[in-house]
């Protein structure tokens, strides 16, 4: 192949999957075509974030192949690392799926932007005619002179003294020597890496009679290169003779075993039935939080997040400790159910998503929580911490954002996964990752493991430290609900009213019923079953709600399970008896004119409906729009009203001025760093990137007429059953053709194939665009499934 482009261009669908599976930031967004993937692949980013994700072995593999001189077959590698051929083998497959080793030769050829994000390979520095390449000829000239005994014969230029220089380099046993064994230790510090030291004055003329000091001794016979200044460089021929030619220290082609918790693992089902119990503990515990901030929403923190005292407050409410509270906060932001209002003065506050969430079962809405815990890139451990600038980190702030913890709660999982029956020891966990992925970590990652842990026991993913089946099911993309659901208690409509006053929900109550106890009702104790307890506050809370006596009453006499006691009764009559005698309301505006029959005309114009107007003297209407609106509504009946002021004055205004108009919300699909993408969602950017391709060819205008959306209006059709038609299409992998509004209203076709619905939002592969996009669910107008699908 001649270049990189033209190598992925070569590679078959399933090749190019492998390649966007292990690197999903390639699709941040999804390229144009592979010219574009191969320029992104090539990127610094791109290829350290690769790196990261290489076990120690395939690392050393690949630095391996930076320090051997071209070429270097198969056997050479095999013998260099010590490992077997099937081991070297696998490592070399695994750097070609990455991208990372490319060509048609075995073992291939590093691709580009590789060497740059391994200086040092192996630990080593550069070779000698690169590491002396910015000496002078006159300083090669006394260099080699000394090494030699003589000087050059005839004209030498830097080209030739270089060359000479690596050959007396290449055997340094007696420069070593020579130079002392005061100097050994300096030399031994660099030989593993890294190669790079600092010395003061380290580009001093010194000369082999004269050098006084260690160093200068190291200067003089070319044991160590000035760089600058102030650094010196083990040239590499000189490391690997203080090797003994080895390349690596200790490298194990295979990884560290996973030893287990000592005692006998518990059996399968109690550990299945432990991770479902908390599992629906999780999710009832984020639908009493967000139940409650959708009626009293928490402020947003002028520094963004929430305040500690509010923290405090939901774990009060939800009676869980501080971080436990921390975690469902985080949780639900992740899985696109929280967000804040405005951008000033803003509050904590349920999405749209949320209620498109109540809507599905436990199952369902665990595994968007799942989900949404699994690809976050903030780290709920840290609230209430302390930066390095000794500042509090408060929940949902951006202090809580760590780079490296989605790879990190991934690999915890994966890894207790490989472990089968019976938890693992967090010591031999840690030692894995420290194998799985050298280049990633510190005191960061073994926090982020612990955290994990702790996390995944307290959303149900596993139980008495061993992953549960279903927790399996959703690492590896499989639905995990049939798994989980089995095992869930089925939602009551049925409670028990006693006669102290309290209602005792022997499991979880259906969705329409817990939201209607819980407004007529407190919650006293939570657990295997809820206990509610009814006070003349909580009735007046229905009621102020807009429920009458007999509504609480007949709903509490539909689904208990014994007739009604008396005291429960008498408590809602006496509290409606007195409910609503006085009335307090809010005015934001009024139309005043000096002709009451001019108001009993707009009055009776049906016209008038939507401006919300009622009487408050012959002369005055009072109206809850903002003055504004009810002008502009007032002008469209055809009157000519005006604004006042306070004191009565009227108001010359001015239009508005104009804005900019907003993005659209379908949106290129990006992905975090650390994500993984799922096997469909790959597809549909291998789709884009072959279209891509072929518009180039083609030219973009002819491609994208194959992908016209049908003729007439887009579809329409009722909330749910576009959700369900979403995702029936999604696991059929069919083409589907949907309506969809812009920010302004205006209505658009697409031809779509889908690839996930959640978190309030579709994502899939817009034929019409030949992009992957991401579209909000309310703004979809309808679905329609296409006939005439070439996929079918």
Same mark, same amino acid.
């Given at each position: 192949?001649?270049?990189?482009?033209?190598?992925?261009?070569?590679?078959?669908?399933? $090749?190019?999957?492998?390649?966007?599976?292990?690197?999903?930031? %390639?699709?941040?967004?999804?390229?144009?075509?592979?010219?574009?993937?191969?320029?992104?692949?090539?990127?610094?980013?791109?290829?350290?974030?690769?790196?990261?994700?290489?076990?120690?072995?395939?690392?050393?593999?690949?630095?391996?192949?930076?320090?051997?001189?071209?070429?270097?077959?198969?056997?050479?590698?095999?013998?260099?690392?010590?490992?077997?051929?099937?081991?070297?083998?696998?490592?070399?497959?695994?750097?070609?799926?990455?991208?990372?080793?490319?060509?048609?030769?075995?073992?291939?050829? +590093?691709?580009?932007?590789?060497? +740059?994000?391994?200086?040092?390979?192996?630990?080593?520095? #550069?070779?000698?005619? $690169?590491?002396?390449?910015?000496?002078?000829?006159?300083?090669?000239?006394?260099?080699?002179? /000394?090494?030699?005994?003589?000087?050059?014969?005839?004209?030498?230029?830097?080209?030739?003294?270089?060359?000479?220089?690596?050959?007396?380099?290449? /055997?340094?046993?007696?420069?070593?020597?020579?130079?002392?064994?005061?100097?050994?230790?300096?030399?031994?510090? %660099?030989?593993?890496?890294?190669?790079?030291?600092?010395?003061?004055?380290?580009?001093?003329?010194?000369?082999?009679?004269?050098?006084?000091?260690?160093?200068?001794?190291?200067?003089?016979?070319?044991?160590?290169?000035?760089?600058?200044?102030?650094?010196?460089?083990? #040239?590499?021929?000189?490391? @690997?003779?203080?090797?003994?030619?080895?390349?690596?220290?200790?490298?194990?082609?295979?990884?560290?075993?996973? +030893?287990?918790?000592?005692?006998?693992?518990?059996?399968? /089902?109690?550990?299945?039935?432990?991770?479902?119990?908390?599992?629906?503990?999780?999710?009832?515990?984020?639908?009493?939080?967000?139940?409650?901030?959708?009626?009293?929403?928490?402020?947003?923190?002028?520094?963004?997040?929430?305040?500690?005292?509010?923290?405090?407050?939901?774990?009060?409410?939800?009676?869980?400790?501080?971080?436990?509270?921390?975690?469902?906060?985080?949780?639900?932001?992740?899985?696109?159910?929280?967000?804040?209002?405005?951008?000033?003065?803003?509050?904590?506050?349920?999405? #749209?998503?949320?209620?498109?969430?109540?809507?599905?079962?436990?199952?369902?809405?665990?595994?968007?929580?799942?989900?949404?815990?699994?690809?976050?890139?903030?780290?709920?451990?840290?609230?209430?911490?302390?930066?390095?600038?000794?500042?509090?980190?408060?929940?949902?702030?951006?202090?809580?954002?760590?780079?490296?913890?989605?790879?990190?709660?991934?690999?915890? %999982?994966?890894?207790?996964?490989?472990?089968?029956?019976?938890?693992?020891?967090?010591?031999?966990?840690?030692?894995?990752?420290?194998?799985?992925?050298?280049?990633?970590?510190?005191?960061?990652?073994?926090?982020?493991?612990?955290?994990?842990?702790?996390?995944?026991?307290?959303?149900?993913?596993?139980?008495?430290?061993?992953?549960?089946?279903?927790?399996?099911?959703?690492?590896?993309?499989?639905?995990?609900?049939?798994?989980?659901?089995?095992?869930?208690?089925?939602?009551?409509?049925?409670?028990?009213?006693?006669?102290? %006053?309290?209602?005792?929900? #022997?499991?979880?109550?259906?969705?329409?019923?817990?939201?209607?106890?819980?407004?007529?009702?407190?919650?006293?104790?939570?657990?295997?079953?809820?206990?509610?307890?009814?006070?003349?506050?909580?009735?007046?809370?229905?009621?102020?709600?807009?429920?009458?006596?007999?509504?609480?009453?007949?709903?509490?006499?539909?689904?208990?399970?014994?007739?009604?006691?008396?005291?429960?009764?008498?408590?809602?009559?006496?509290?409606?008896?007195?409910?609503?005698?006085?009335?307090?309301?809010?005015?934001?505006?009024?139309?005043?004119?000096?002709?009451?029959?001019?108001?009993?005309?707009?009055?009776?114009?049906?016209?008038?409906?939507?401006?919300?107007?009622?009487?408050?003297?012959?002369?005055? @209407?009072?109206?809850?729009?903002?003055?504004?609106?009810?002008?502009?509504?007032?002008?469209?009946?055809?009157?000519?009203?005006?604004?006042?002021?306070?004191?009565?004055?009227?108001?010359?205004?001015?239009?508005?001025?104009?804005?900019?108009?907003?993005?659209?919300?379908?949106?290129?699909?990006?992905?975090?760093?650390?994500?993984?993408?799922?096997?469909?969602?790959?597809?549909?950017?291998?789709?884009?990137?072959?279209?891509?391709?072929?518009?180039?060819?083609?030219?973009?205008?002819?491609?994208?007429?194959?992908?016209?959306?049908?003729?007439?209006?887009?579809?329409?059709?009722?909330?749910?059953?576009?959700?369900?038609?979403?995702?029936?299409?999604?696991?059929?992998?069919?083409?589907?053709?949907?309506?969809?509004?812009?920010?302004?209203?205006?209505?658009?076709?697409?031809?779509?194939?889908?690839?996930?619905?959640?978190?309030?939002?579709?994502?899939?592969?817009?034929?019409?665009?030949?992009?992957?996009?991401?579209?909000? @669910?309310?703004?979809?107008?309808?679905?329609?499934?296409?006939?005439?699908?070439?996929?079918?």
């Amino acid at each position: 192949m001649e270049t990189y482009a033209d190598w992925l261009r070569a590679r078959s669908d399933d $090749e190019l999957r492998a390649l966007l599976s292990a690197r999903p930031e %390639l699709l941040a967004p999804v390229p144009a075509d592979l010219t574009a993937l191969a320029a992104r692949a090539a990127t610094p980013g791109a290829v350290s974030r690769a790196l990261d994700r290489l076990d120690r072995f395939t690392l050393a593999v690949l630095e391996a192949l930076l320090v051997l001189p071209d070429p270097a077959g198969p056997s050479t590698l095999v013998d260099l690392m010590g490992a077997t051929p099937a081991q070297v083998d696998g490592a070399l497959a695994t750097l070609r799926r990455y991208g990372l080793v490319w060509g048609d030769g075995t073992p291939g050829v +590093t691709a580009p932007g590789v060497r +740059t994000a391994l200086p040092h390979p192996a630990g080593l520095g #550069p070779p000698v005619q $690169e590491v002396f390449t910015g000496y002078s000829t006159e300083r090669l000239t006394d260099l080699v002179t /000394d090494l030699d005994g003589e000087a050059p014969r005839g004209f030498a230029d830097s080209a030739r003294l270089l060359g000479r220089l690596a050959e007396l380099l290449g /055997d340094p046993a007696a420069l070593v020597d020579g130079a002392g064994p005061e100097a050994r230790p300096a030399l031994d510090q %660099l030989v593993w890496g890294p190669p790079v030291g600092r010395v003061s004055d380290a580009r001093r003329p010194v000369r082999v009679d004269t050098a006084a000091t260690p160093i200068e001794r190291l200067l003089a016979r070319g044991l160590l290169a000035a760089e600058d200044d102030r650094t010196v460089t083990l #040239p590499r021929e000189v490391a @690997l003779f203080l090797r003994d030619g080895r390349l690596f220290r200790d490298v194990p082609a295979e990884p560290p075993p996973l +030893t287990p918790v000592p005692g006998e693992p518990r059996r399968e /089902d109690v550990v299945v039935r432990a991770a479902a119990g908390e599992a629906a503990g999780a999710v009832r515990l984020v639908e009493e939080l967000l139940e409650r901030w959708g009626l009293d929403p928490p402020p947003v923190l002028r520094s963004g997040g929430l305040a500690v005292r509010d923290l405090r407050a939901v774990a009060g409410l939800l009676d869980v400790p501080e971080w436990k509270a921390a975690l469902l906060v985080e949780v639900a932001y992740a899985a696109g159910l929280l967000t804040r209002s405005g951008d000033l003065d803003g509050e904590w506050l349920p999405t #749209p998503a949320y209620d498109l969430w109540l809507m599905r079962d436990t199952a369902g809405r665990w595994t968007e929580l799942a989900h949404g815990w699994l690809k976050s890139d903030r780290a709920a451990g840290l609230a209430g911490e302390r930066d390095d600038r000794d500042r509090l980190i408060n929940a949902l702030s951006e202090a809580m954002v760590r780079g490296g913890a989605p790879s990190t709660r991934r690999a915890t %999982l994966d890894t207790l996964g490989d472990a089968g029956r019976g938890a693992v020891a967090e010591d031999a966990l840690r030692e894995r990752l420290a194998w799985l992925r050298p280049r990633r970590g510190g005191r960061d990652r073994d926090r982020l493991i612990g955290w994990t842990l702790r996390e995944s026991a307290t959303l149900g993913l596993t139980g008495f430290g061993e992953l549960a089946p279903f927790a399996r099911d959703l690492l590896i993309g499989r639905d995990p609900e049939p798994g989980l659901e089995k095992y869930l208690p089925a939602p009551v409509d049925q409670i028990l009213i006693q006669a102290d %006053l309290t209602a005792v929900a #022997p499991g979880p109550l259906v969705t329409d019923l817990a939201r209607e106890l819980a407004l007529a009702a407190d919650v006293e104790s939570t657990g295997g079953a809820t206990v509610y307890r009814f006070t003349p506050e909580s009735v007046r809370r229905a009621l102020d709600a807009g429920r009458t006596a007999a509504d609480v009453t007949g709903l509490l006499a539909r689904h208990s399970a014994t007739p009604l006691p008396q005291p429960l009764t008498y408590l809602i009559d006496d509290v409606a008896r007195r409910h609503g005698h006085l009335r307090v309301g809010a005015l934001a505006s009024y139309v005043r004119t000096d002709s009451s029959a001019t108001l009993d005309e707009i009055l009776a114009d049906r016209r008038s409906d939507p401006l919300r107007l009622y009487r408050l003297a012959p002369t005055v @209407l009072a109206s809850a729009l903002q003055s504004a609106q009810l002008l502009d509504g007032l002008r469209a009946m055809g009157l000519a009203p005006v604004a006042e002021s306070p004191g009565g004055g009227v108001i010359v205004t001015r239009p508005d001025a104009h804005r900019a108009d907003p993005p659209p919300t379908a949106e290129i699909v990006r992905f975090r760093p650390e994500e993984r993408a799922d096997d469909s969602m790959v597809s549909a950017a291998v789709r884009a990137l072959r279209a891509g391709d072929e518009a180039a060819a083609l030219g973009a205008e002819q491609a994208r007429l194959r992908a016209d959306a049908p003729a007439g209006e887009p579809p329409r059709s009722p909330a749910l059953a576009t959700i369900d038609r979403l995702r029936r299409a999604a696991d059929r992998g069919r083409r589907v053709w949907i309506g969809y509004l812009d920010q302004q209203g205006q209505a658009s076709s697409r031809i779509v194939e889908p690839v996930r619905v959640e978190g309030g939002f579709l994502t899939g592969y817009d034929a019409t665009r030949a992009a992957v996009h991401r579209f909000a @669910l309310h703004r979809i107008t309808g679905v329609s499934e296409l006939t005439d699908d070439p996929t079918a």
